[in-house]
C-alpha cells in the first residue's frame, strides 16, 4: 500500500492553527472539534458527539449541544 500524501499552502496551515488557537480559549468544544478536522480531515470521531463534525449524514441529537 502506497501512502498519498496531501501537500499544503504553509501560510494556509498556519492561519488554521492560529484560529484553532485562538477559538480555543472560547471553550466551545463543538467548534474547537470542527476546526480540528478542517485541519485533519481524515480525523474521524468514533462513539461521540462530535460524530455530527464528520459530515456523513449524522444529525446532531441534542439542541443543547449545539454552539450558538
Known amino acids: 500500500m502506497i501512502a498519498k500524501v496531501m501537500e499544503y499552502e504553509f501560510n494556509e496551515v498556519i492561519n488554521k492553527i492560529n ?11 463543538m467548534e474547537i472539534v470542527s476546526l ?19 459530515g456523513d449524514g449524522h444529525e446532531l441529537r441534542d439542541s443543547s449541544l449545539r454552539s450558538e
Open 19 to 29: 484560529h484553532l488557537i485562538e477559538v480555543s480559549y472560547s471553550h466551545n468544544n
Open 36 to 54: 480540528m478536522k478542517e485541519i485533519v480531515p481524515e480525523f474521524k470521531s468514533k462513539n461521540s458527539i462530535f460524530e455530527i463534525l464528520d
